[in-house]
């Protein structure tokens, strides 16, 4: 694995740069208290081709590879947390499994698009009863003539509030249970489909997330993405890409922290000196540093498979199980060196504190990456 970036990643890294302290961090903390979607800096997103990085660009997309998807999740999200999960979702929970199971006919329509950032996906797996249990989900699609009826609830749908389609998981055989799964994409304009309010999260709150509700909502057959049964190898396929997203985006989070502590310390006093000057304080710097490089050299670890075309789940599992618990970790040390500032709104790291929280629970709790990788270091 090469640990230095091509000039081609260089200058995809400088500009999310520039567009996250341009565009992102200005507006992040306002974003944050009303609840804000960023729809200005989402359509600039895709101006830039980065609502679909990795899709060619016959089919609307920037034709880039996951190292470099990576690098541009990590700035956007240190700009902004929320708008890096928005495009998160959009590249590798939509984007990804429609190029990779659809058809050239469902690509024209549901992936063309959404890689412009012209419209937005979400991926709609989880339920009510049902999170890291698929073979639980209750949302049923019956086949009817040349069509499907779609009924059930889906919640903590990340894009829901703002999505045009869903990419929507549905028992079609329960007796089947996991290999009973079907995926399907439907247009939010779908009869019989509604949203519920908007989610009250504690971060990444310019990002929206709802419930989902289908009720004998007839969805054609084309619109089945891949084959009857075939859904879990679809959502499982899916997932392993997106914890590198959200392995990126923890990494992005755990920078801005690390970065907003650094500058804090090197301003703050006390005893007639710089907090610098104190061992505590140098200390903590040092394990964040470390583990945020240590975070990075895993995500890239796990892009760079996926480049290859190799199976990496496990290293997906790894760098988002790592990266996660490093980055709630790293933000609740940022608040520590700012001391009782730390607690309070006029400074952002008990934001970054809040926003870090959810990447250890969406796209795969820390329990099931350590089941994951349990299951491979058990099995080689």
């Known amino acids: 694995m090469d640990v230095e970036l091509s000039e081609e990643q260089r200058q995809v890294r400088d500009l999310c740069r520039q567009f996250a302290d341009g565009e992102l961090r200005p507006n992040a903390r306002k974003w944050d208290a009303e609840h804000h979607f960023p729809a200005e800096a989402v359509r600039k997103l895709g101006e830039l081709g980065l609502m679909g990085v990795g899709v060619p660009a016959e089919w609307g ?64 797996l989880t339920e009510p009863m049902s999170g890291s249990d698929a073979a639980e989900m209750r949302t049923v699609a019956a086949k009817r003539g040349g069509d499907y009826v779609l009924s059930g609830t889906k919640n903590f749908i990340t894009n829901g509030p703002q999505a045009d389609a869903i990419l929507v998981f549905a028992m079609t055989d329960r007796s089947k249970a996991h290999k009973g799964i079907s995926a399907f994409l439907v247009p939010s304009d779908t009869k019989g489909f509604t949203r519920g309010k908007a989610d009250e999260k504690v971060g990444i709150r310019a990002s929206g997330s709802c419930s989902l509700f289908f009720e004998e909502a007839v969805i054609p057959e084309r619109y089945r993405l891949g084959g009857e049964g075939e859904g879990f190898k679809v959502a499982m396929h899916t997932l392993d890409g997106g914890r590198i997203g959200i392995a990126a985006q923890a ?68 760098a988002k199980l790592y990266a996660s618990e490093m980055c709630e970790r790293v933000t609740s040390k940022a608040i520590q060196v700012h001391g009782g500032y730390g607690y309070v709104k006029e400074y952002d790291v008990e934001r970054h504190w809040r926003d870090s929280r959810i990447t250890e629970i969406y796209e795969g709790t820390s329990e099931i990456q350590r089941l994951v990788i349990s299951a491979a270091v058990l099995k080689a």
């Open 61 to 124: 997309g920037a034709g880039m590879d996951a190292i470099s998807y990576a690098v541009a999740m990590e700035e956007v999200s240190r700009g902004c947390a929320g708008t890096g999960v928005i495009m998160s979702v959009n590249n590798s929970l939509y984007c990804d499994p429609v190029l990779k199971f659809g058809t050239d006919e469902q690509r024209r329509e549901f992936l063309v698009p959404f890689a412009r950032g012209e419209r937005l996906g979400a991926f709609a």
């Open 251 to 318: 990494l992005g989070i755990a920078r801005a922290g690390y970065e907003e502590a650094v500058a804090y310390a090197k301003e703050r006093k006390a005893f007639g000196q710089p907090i610098t000057q104190f061992q505590a304080i140098q200390f903590m710097l040092a394990d964040m540093a470390t583990e945020i490089d240590a975070a990075r050299l895993l995500v890239w670890r796990a892009a760079t498979l996926k480049d290859k075309g190799v199976r990496h789940t496990a290293e997906s599992a790894m």
